[in-house]
């Protein structure tokens, strides 16, 4: 039996994949996860395990009487229903492997997130080298200073509607999920010789970074399993090392 333990009094239903909790939250609907994390359990398990009959069930404990009609709370400082994104807008994120500072801090008053993120992207027959930047995703809710939230708190990142401008790790994303995921593989991990090797001196985590190359090399599987997971209609994948690039697209047979 999976259940999904939820400590909400009320939430309102945007359709079948969404719900916003009474905070102004937009977040996935319960029923989603749970049928998500049931479907985990039956396709992960051992080949040589019985079939397994997963019952799933969704609990708000914290509930109180239905009130019919009833409208979510608006607050100081959130974004009500009329900034929610569209139903036909489906939500998706970014994330990549911890290969690049994280800036935590911020100046007061700013109202932007520092473009910790630089990925060379070399020169093709149709444009010039460049260089592209974004940011991770904010350590604090980043607000402009009328109070609307421009970048939700870290731990909202996946689920809040401003997360799709920012990258997420695997801090932020593990155990969450949406439609159409992008994945960063950093130059932690790359494909050489047939094998993946890892290069922990690319990482910028500092729990890991010290690691012997093949200590750390099932800590980066493990991670891009995870964030390769996230996306539950669509995922988008780039490697930063051209090998690696080269060996991914060479998996994918053109339409």
Known sequence: MVIELKQWHTARVLDETRVQRSDGLVTTHPVQQVLTYRRFFEFWRPKSAPA?????????????????GRQPERRPGRPGPARSPPA???????????????????????????????????????????????????????????GTPLAPHNQLWATHTGGHQQIGCIYSAQGLEY????????????????????????????????????QYLPYALNTYRVL?????????IHATDPTTRHMLAGLVHPR
Do not use: Y
Not at 197 to 204: E, F, R, V, Y
Not at 228 to 236: A, F, M, P, Q, S
């Open 179 to 214: 439609h159409h995921s992008g994945v960063i593989i950093g130059p932690d991990l790359t494909w050489t010789d047939g094998h993946w090797t890892a290069h922990p001196d690319q990482s910028h985590d500092p729990k890991l970074r010290a690691l012997p190359a093949d």
């Open 52 to 68: 397994l009959d997963i019952r799933a069930a969704v609990v708000l404990h914290n509930a109180g009487p239905r009130t019919p």
């Open 88 to 146: 036909h807008q489906p939500p998706q994120r970014t994330t990549a492997g911890f290969c690049w500072p994280w800036t935590r801090t911020r100046p007061r008053g700013a109202t932007t997130l520092p473009l910790d993120i630089a990925i060379t992207v070399p020169a093709t027959a149709i444009g010039p080298a460049r260089t592209w930047n974004a940011a991770w995703n904010a350590a604090d809710t980043l607000t402009a200073p009328d």
């Open 228 to 236: 390769l997971t996230r996306g539950t209609r669509t995922t988008r």
